[in-house]
């Protein structure tokens, strides 16, 4: 089984329309991020969070929400989605080993397609 | 701010092929330096990082140096097979600032 999952795998939804997206790990993991990818433009970090009580704000965070129901559980949503928001999002998890520069261990993927 | 620079792709090469793919980045300090790679419908996973200037990554016979003094950290592989043909991206974290992505290059290797 995938230590981090997500779900849906694909969504197509239309504008302003609310959407969540979710993200589990089993990796136990404290630190959990939120990114989205756009063609040409890398990665870019939404929300974080290093643990339940912690969330922080990347990026791009505007237009986007986020909740960690556990450490195990970190949801993104899109209270009003818009077309610009259509890319493929990732989920990622690192240990807290004191400093930002370990591994981060990625989802597979959700690919939101906003019409 | 920090930044990331990566060659375009893609990149098309023949099995056994010699593959480099440039990266340069811009940053105060002395950030970490790593290579992500995506394979097909797949996350994001680690391929090789270096945490200081004149260090060698290495991880699958892939490898990359930091150079300080040229900003930069080229990927490098003596011969490529079908099988990397991904999404390779070069990353930096600089302490106190988050983790800055280029923006990919994408590795076709034909057989």
């Known amino acids: 089984d995938a230590d981090v999952t997500q779900t849906p795998r694909n969504r197509i939804t239309k504008t302003g329309k609310r959407i969540m997206l979710e993200c589990s790990q089993t990796?136990?993991?404290?630190?959990m991020y939120w990114y989205r990818q756009d063609p040409g433009l890398g990665l870019r970090l939404i929300y974080y969070s290093f643990d339940v009580k912690d969330i922080n704000k990347g990026e791009i965070s505007d237009g986007y929400s986020v909740s960690r129901q556990a450490q195990a559980k970190f949801s993104l949503s899109l209270e009003s989605a818009i077309p610009n928001q259509t890319a493929l999002y990732f989920c990622?998890?690192?240990?807290?080993?004191?400093?930002?520069?370990?591994?981060?261990?990625f989802g597979p993927g959700t690919r939101l397609t906003v019409l | 701010g920090d930044s990331v620079t990566q060659m375009e792709g893609p990149v098309t090469l023949s099995e056994e092929a010699f593959l480099t793919i440039n990266c340069t980045y811009t940053?105060?300090?002395?950030?970490?330096l790593f290579w992500y790679v995506q394979y097909p419908g797949e996350g994001l996973q680690l391929l090789l990082k270096a945490t200081k200037a004149d260090d060698k990554g290495s991880n699958k016979g892939f490898e990359a140096t930091y150079r300080k003094e040229t900003t930069s950290f080229h990927l490098e592989k003596g011969s490529v097979q079908v099988s990397d043909s991904a999404v390779y991206f070069c990353a930096l974290y600089n302490a106190g600032n988050m983790l800055t992505f280029g923006g990919g290059t994408r590795l076709m290797v034909k057989p």
């Open positions: 990796k136990g993991h404290d630190r």
């Open positions: 940053a105060t300090g002395y950030p970490s």
């Open positions: 990622a998890t690192s240990d807290p080993s004191g400093s930002f520069t370990d591994t981060q261990y």
